[in-house]
């Protein structure tokens, strides 16, 4: 994504930092998952502890990879706009890895106020990022006011949400870690809802931005981009619906599910036949093809898991969900899909 020449320079810098950090997170990650190998090469694995460290995939990996594709979208704001933009990018890049690293601490004691406090700084970094997102939409607030314009921006607004969701899933890891209930909800639904603004909110917005600009770029015919924009106007508002339907009854809950499934489907297709065999190297292009092919399967399961909800008849369980729609959701199509962005040549 293109850049003006003047902050061109320090923005490439930024980003090569970000990836740098993604690339010790994912080394911290690996020494955090490797007590649970064992158990996982022989089948045996319990969900409940794997469910932190999938979590912690988002912190660690999943953030500073989308967050580093994020600055390379092609906004322009007015100066002092820019000037606060560029404060707090810097800022991210000092604090994200060590915020990272001490709520993967904080996963690792009792719940209570040291874990919270420990946890604290990731809710920082994250609101941080919210705050991001929020000037990249003022900056761009002339061409929102009309549909045209709503429809030519959809790529970078979806980037833009995805920022602005991630307070939410610090809020919700703050609240794992002190040992709330909020809104009734009690373990492991507070720490998936965690999971939830981590995968869903952040980093299926940014995955579908990427691939809507992808597309532009490389002149995708009417077809996909009509796709695109069916995909995107849904996936934006979906990861807040999906969570005022599970709070609100089984009903809502199945059907707005449903809808973000149908939705990210479409990213899927797109992914998979539009962009995977066109991109290089080819590495990056198998590995948005995977990304594709994941998403597909993790949302399946979500409507199957919200059908359950709705008809009492439970098809899978949350710790199944948390093993196969969790393990899919976090590695496969966040991790996989925004490393494949990542490395293709245009990135």
Do not use: K
């Amino acid at each position: 994504m293109g850049s003006p020449p003047d902050i061109a320079p320090p923005r490439q810098a930024l980003r090569v930092a970000l990836r740098r950090s993604a690339g010790a997170g994912l080394l911290l990650w690996l020494l955090l998952l490797a007590p649970l190998v064992p158990a996982i090469a022989a089948a045996t694995i319990d969900p409940l502890p794997l469910l932190p460290r999938l979590v912690l995939l988002g912190p660690l990996v999943v953030v500073p990879l989308g967050l580093a594709l994020a600055l390379g979208d092609a906004l322009t704001p007015a100066a002092e706009l820019d000037r606060a933009r560029a404060a707090i990018v810097a800022t991210l890049v000092r604090a994200q890895l060590p915020a990272a690293a001490l709520a993967a601490v904080a996963f690792h004691l009792p719940t209570g106020w040291l874990a919270a406090g420990l946890a604290a700084p990731w809710l920082l970094v994250a609101g941080l990022i919210s705050l991001l997102g929020l000037l990249r939409f003022h900056a761009r607030r002339h061409e929102l006011r009309a549909w045209a314009g709503v429809r030519a921006s959809l790529d970078r607004s979806a980037v833009d949400i995805g920022l602005v969701y991630l307070a939410v899933g610090g809020a919700w890891l703050l609240a794992a870690n002190l040992g709330m209930q909020p809104l009734g909800f009690h373990e492991p639904l507070v720490t998936l809802t965690a999971s939830h603004f981590h995968f869903a909110g952040f980093a299926a917005p940014v995955i579908t931005g990427l691939t809507g600009h992808a597309l532009a770029r490389r002149g995708a015919g009417p077809g996909a981009r009509r796709l695109f924009r069916a995909a995107a106007i849904l996936v934006i508002p979906g990861p807040i619906i999906v969570a005022i339907g599970i709070t609100a009854s089984p009903l809502v809950e199945v059907i707005s599910a449903c809808v973000l499934a149908a939705a990210l489907a479409g990213v899927a297709l797109l992914l998979v036949f539009a962009l995977a065999p066109a991109t290089r190297p080819r590495l990056a292009g198998a590995l948005l093809a995977i990304a594709g092919l994941s998403v597909l399967v993790t949302m399946a399961l979500a409507c199957l898991y919200a059908w359950g909800e709705y008809s009492g008849l439970a098809h899978i369980e949350i710790p199944q969900m948390i093993e196969l729609h969790g393990t899919s959701n976090a590695l496969g199509f966040a991790a996989l899909g925004l490393l494949g962005f990542s490395l293709a040549d245009d990135a």
